[in-house]
């Protein structure tokens, strides 16, 4: 997910959102209303489990994975100008899977399928508000890379014919950079609440990527396989071409007490390219809803009055496409614990926590994907720059 932890538990609504101290990387326009210097960093847990129907069968999986690294501080005592430095993993490619076969005219065949990599983005933006309006944007780099494999070897249904096992190999890099940018309006209802406006995008991009690839044939020995025949291709160069995706919402602000917003987003993977072959991808689509809620921002007393509880719904159709169409649902739930205030110091501390439960396709499709996904983020601020008034 490219949004922060405090925005996964609200269902991923993020387009209005802002926040004086947390980090909406999603939404650059919010940067100018950072009043204090943020350190924010996400750790996740994800674990999905693959079934399929024909014959049943069901696969399992789970990982640790980091989030995000955020770095914002506000550059004008008039509060209206941010700036943020950020680094966030995009993609993740990690599996290993065999295929049993019984090939025509041929005997039973293994092939065993492995893939890793993945990709990030490292970049600096700004945001800059106007009396009720705000605009921002974010430029920086994407990379990353993608190594996949395929191996093959038989199972002689007969000891008169036999067959020399194969693999193949590819490893790409790429790499290039991207431009997002987003506005957000507040409409003030009366002092204690608002109506909140909010729009991003990033146009599509294209990636300078280079492909090695390694096919050949070898016999298996005690000392290690004995190639018998290969071919190589090296720094092929070509294009890896990423979407333009587009997001819009609004929140209603009961300022320190609760908020609730809707979000609709979508993304163009039709126009996605990897060295100028298509993919079994689609335009994809989402809805978001979701909010929080804090008893009493102010109470003095009782600490769980101060925790903001949050609750989320989001429903679309999912950018990938496996005979027919993906539906794709989640839940989510979340909490931001404030620690303890420092004595005699700026320093304001939070925990963000959010859990995300949901599933992609549903019985009508050959394949079902229910995902969990725990995070927990730290948020630590600061006020910085404060000139000495005492020697």
């Not at 899977?97 to 993945?118: C, H, K, M, Q, V």
């Not at 780099?141 to 070897?153: L, P, Q, T």
């Not at 294009?239 to 333009?244: E, H, L, R, S």
């Not at 009961?254 to 298509?278: C, L, P, Q, R, V």
Request: hydrophobic share 35%.
């Amino acid at each position: 997910p490219q949004n922060n932890i405090v925005t996964r538990g609200m269902g991923g609504v993020t387009a209005a959102y802002y926040d004086y101290q947390s980090i909406n990387f999603r939404n650059p326009a919010s940067y100018s209303k950072l009043r204090l210097t943020t350190f924010d960093f996400g750790l996740e847990l994800d674990s999905r489990t693959l079934r399929v129907i024909d014959p049943p069968r069901k696969f399992s999986s789970s990982s640790p994975n980091i989030s995000y690294l955020q770095l914002g501080f506000p550059l004008s005592k008039k509060g209206n100008w941010g700036m943020n430095l950020g680094l966030n993993p995009v993609t993740r490619i990690n599996y290993k899977l065999e295929r049993r076969e019984r090939l025509p005219g041929i005997d039973s065949a293994n092939t065993i399928f492995e893939g890793n990599g993945g990709a990030y983005q490292v970049f600096a933006g700004t945001g800059v508000s106007v009396k009720s309006f705000s605009i921002g944007f974010n430029a920086g780099y994407m990379f990353g890379s993608k190594e996949y494999s395929a191996e093959r070897y038989f199972i002689p249904d007969s000891a008169d014919v036999s067959y020399y096992p194969s693999s193949s190999k590819t490893h790409v890099s790429y790499g290039g950079l991207f431009l997002q940018g987003g506005v957000q309006y507040n409409l003030k209802l009366n002092k204690t609440a608002s109506l909140q406006f909010g729009a991003y995008g990033s146009l599509k991009r294209e990636l300078n990527g280079t492909k090695d690839m390694a096919i050949e044939t070898y016999s298996p020995s005690e000392r290690g396989n004995l190639r018998i025949d290969s071919i190589y291709v090296n720094d092929l160069s070509g294009k890896v071409v990423n979407p333009a995706s587009y997001g819009a919402g609004l929140v209603f602000n009961k300022h320190d007490k609760w908020m609730i917003g809707a979000d609709f987003s979508t993304a163009k993977w039709s126009e996605y390219t990897f060295f100028n072959e298509k993919d079994s991808v689609q335009d994809s689509w989402k809805f978001h809803l979701g909010g929080q809620v804090v008893p009493n921002a102010m109470s003095a007393k009782s600490y769980w009055s101060r925790v903001a509880y949050r609750a989320g719904f989001s429903y679309g159709q999912d950018y990938i496409r496996v005979n027919g169409d993906l539906p794709v649902w989640t839940v989510s739930l979340g909490a931001a614990f404030p620690m303890r205030r420092a004595t005699y110091s700026n320093q304001y501390s939070v925990i963000n926590t959010a859990v995300e439960f949901g599933q992609r396709g549903n019985n009508l499709n050959v394949i079902r994907e229910n995902f969990l996904r725990v995070s927990i983020g730290l948020s630590l601020s600061d006020i910085w720059f404060i000139k000495r008034q005492y020697d």
